[in-house]
């Protein structure tokens, strides 16, 4: 069973800012694309941002700008730096490691609450 480990989500006001992390055992972080995914109340689920093995990086278009997706290799890491953080984006945030359709994985999740 493919753990990944997510954290760094909680309560944090309007324009503030957070670091989310997720670690990923070697076998899969090597090969995978990792990202991460956001599912506020009453919506479907939807990809924030992933990143490539060689580090290419893909956004949604909303949250470009704001959000950084990164990876470090040697830590086994996948990173996403949110800063000007608004209420819209308070949801629970998924981990993800993707090779195929057939052949991803998914952390469970953490909480992220933006509010005054």
């Known amino acids: 069973q493919v753990q990944l480990v997510e954290s760094g989500g909680g309560l944090v006001q309007p324009g503030g800012s957070l670091r989310l992390s997720c670690t990923a055992p070697g076998n899969i972080f090597r090969f995978y694309t990792m990202g991460w995914y956001r599912q506020a109340p009453g919506k479907q689920r939807e990809l924030v941002a992933r990143?490539?093995?060689?580090?290419?990086?893909t956004y949604a278009d909303s949250l470009k700008g704001r959000f950084t997706i990164s990876r470090d290799n040697a830590k086994r890491t996948v990173y996403l730096q949110m800063s000007s953080l608004k209420p819209e984006d308070t949801a629970v945030y998924y981990c993800n490691a993707y090779r195929t359709s057939y052949d991803n994985y998914w952390g469970q999740g953490t909480q992220v609450t933006v509010s005054s």
């Open positions: 990143i490539t093995t060689t580090g290419s990086t």
